[in-house]
Nanobody, 128 residues
Framework: QVQLVESGGGLVQAGDSLSVSCAAS????????MGWFRQAPGKEREFVAG????????VVATSVKGRFTTFRDNAKNSVSLHMNSLKPEDTAIYYC?????????????????????WGQGTQVTVSS
């Protein structure tokens, strides 16, 4: 069993930066692919960023490319999503997820069903 807990969300203004983190218990995160997804009101959950096992590869969605990055902090057994130049359309609940079932080393997973455990989400609100 894995428990993921996001933290760091909040209310910011357009153009600000914000980081959200995902801490885990029950697994060493660095061994597994991780993903960040978000869901805005009335919209489907969408992929934001992903990181392969051991952090060798990262991918971000086109909508956040150049503004968002994701990285591991193995000492804290956590993964973070750093968001720059935030826009009102980035407003959503942000979720982290982990794939603990079989995976390919170096591969980033984009689809929500490919992940096995999810955090409870943290709200990010960007005002204009």
């Amino acid at each position: 069993q894995v428990q993921l807990v996001e933290s760091g969300g909040g209310l910011v203004q357009a153009g600000d930066s914000l980081s959200v983190s995902c801490a885990a218990s029950g697994r060493t995160l660095s061994y597994f692919p991780m993903g960040w997804f978000r869901q805005a009101p009335g919209k489907e959950r969408e992929f934001v960023a992903g990181i392969s096992s051991r952090g060798s590869d990262t991918v971000v969605a086109t909508s956040v490319k150049g503004r968002f990055t994701t990285f591991r902090d193995n000492a804290k057994n956590s993964v973070s999503l750093h968001m720059n130049s935030l826009k009102p359309e980035d407003t959503a609940i942000y979720y982290c997820a982990i794939r603990t079932s079989g995976h390919i080393s170096g591969r980033v997973y984009y689809d929500a069903p490919e992940y096995d455990y999810w955090g409870q989400g943290t709200q990010v609100t960007v005002s204009s």
